[in-house]
């Protein structure tokens, strides 16, 4: 069947620090991977998308790369911020199957000053 | 920009009580999602719909149901209220061939 596992939060950093949230997935053929984001008292957004190996999403200074050989799509973003605060959600969408999206158990980041 | 709304933001009810939450989307979407979101759990879905009267069983449909009798409505039922259904239920829609989901800001329900 298809999931993803992401890193357990919470993740706290400083305001400007590196931001990685690892996210790696399991799928019956090939996927369609996605970063969404929850901001507090806010439903699901779409930060990011790719659609096929080797593909670089990105959006408001965050990325993320499709990579096929190692089953991931690790979130990173260079110099993070206080109102970067959310909870990150990977998530997969295999073609067929009701195009259902398939989603991590999401990742806390806290960013400090 | 797509608005999907759902009807409370915060419900409280007692176990056995027969629950209706509400989503309304306003982009004619033909396709409409309710998931629960539990902590260390993530979003899970319940159940979704490809068109009116359409509805499909999600991951995890017991001791719900659902009803899509206009487009722009998708009504998640539960029929006994049970305190192992306290979560926070989103709702989110999709357009026919696209991809990204549109989700309400959520419905945080309380089952005493």
């Known amino acids: 069947g298809n999931s993803v596992t992401q890193m357990e939060g919470p993740v706290t950093l400083s305001e400007e620090a590196f931001l990685t949230i690892n996210c790696t997935y399991t799928?019956?053929?090939?996927?369609?991977l996605f970063w969404y984001v929850q901001y507090p008292g806010e439903g699901l957004q779409l930060l990011l998308k790719a659609t096929k190996a080797d593909d670089k999403g990105s959006n408001k200074g965050f990325e993320a790369t499709y990579r096929k050989e190692t089953t991931s799509f690790h979130l990173e973003k260079g110099s993070v911020q206080v109102s970067d605060s959310a909870v990150y959600f990977c998530?997969?969408?295999?073609?067929?199957?009701?195009?259902?999206?398939?989603f991590g158990t999401g990742t806390q980041l806290k960013v400090e000053l | 920009d797509v608005k999907v709304t759902q009807s409370s933001r915060y419900l409280v009810k007692r176990t056995g009580e027969k629950v209706f939450l509400e989503c309304v989307q306003d982009?004619?979407?033909?396709?409409m999602f309710w998931y629960r979101q539990d902590p260390g759990l993530g979003l899970r879905l319940i159940y979704f719909?490809?068109?009116?009267?359409?509805?499909e069983k999600g991951d995890i449909p017991e001791g719900y149901s659902v009803s899509r009798e206009k487009k722009e409505r998708f009504s998640l039922i539960l029929e006994s209220a049970s305190t192992n259904q306290t979560s926070m239920y989103l709702c989110?829609?999709?357009?026919?061939?696209?991809?990204?989901?549109?989700f309400g800001s959520g419905t945080q329900l309380s089952v005493l």
């Open positions: 989110a829609s999709r357009g026919q061939g696209r991809e990204k989901l549109f």
């Open positions: 719909s490809y068109d009116v009267k359409m509805k």
């Open positions: 998530a997969l969408k295999v073609t067929g199957g009701g195009n259902k999206l398939t």
């Open positions: 799928a019956t053929g090939y996927p369609s």
């Open positions: 982009m004619d979407h033909e396709n």
